[in-house]
């Protein structure tokens, strides 16, 4: 990602600050761009006997996580950068796969969106730990953010635990591992 150039920002803000959040802003904006597209294919795409319960849970998150974008894109135009919210920039910048499952069950959907919520919320939580030093307005959007997503993680991580507390997709490294293993 280039670093950004501006021309003004927030008063109180350095420039160079400024740059390197607008730059983690950016980055949270690629994922969750990604996420809700990414949500509405696994709504689309489920099939099973549990078919209703988890194409409905998925809509308010899908929702949710537009707004995020939103917000963080807003952020980004607030701190005098410009966001990048075209689906070319996000392909040629995303740190990660494109999403690999197609029509599948709803547990196999799960398994798989449980990676999927691992890798975004610790990239935010990092996001978040270096925010520590550079700005704590845009600190607390991402904690807000955070914590609704933890809670979706959850939702999803539900319907794959057991008894004793234990995930099915314990140890899997990629969405197809934690497909099948969920599955
Ligand atoms: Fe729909």
């Known amino acids: 990602m280039a670093t950004p150039n501006l021309k003004y920002t927030v008063p109180g ?91 599948a069950t709803t547990q196999e959907h799960l398994g798989a969106l449980d990676l999927v919520y691992q890798g975004v919320i610790s990239s935010y939580r990092d996001g978040m730990k270096e925010l520590d030093d550079l700005d704590l307005v845009t600190q607390d959007m991402f904690i807000a953010q955070i914590n609704e997503l933890e809670l979706f993680h959850w939702f999803v991580r539900a319907h794959l635990e057991d008894k004793s507390g234990g995930l099915s997709t314990a140890g899997a490294t990629s969405e197809a591992q934690a497909a099948a293993a969920a599955g």
């Not at 549990?50 to 996580?65: G, L, R, W």
């Not at 939103?70 to 990660?96: C, F, M, Q």
């Open 13 to 103: 803000m350095s420039d160079e600050d400024a740059a390197r959040v607008v730059e983690l802003v950016q980055g949270r904006l690629y994922a969750c761009n990604d996420l809700h597209l990414t949500l509405k294919h696994v709504h689309w795409n489920v099939v099973g006997p549990h078919f209703i319960a988890v194409h409905e849970m998925i809509d308010p998150q899908v929702e949710t996580v537009r707004g995020f974008a939103d917000d963080l894109a807003e952020r980004i135009a607030t701190l005098g950068g410009s966001p990048k919210g075209t689906p070319g920039s996000l392909v040629e910048n995303r740190t990660w796969d494109e999403y690999s499952i197609g029509r």
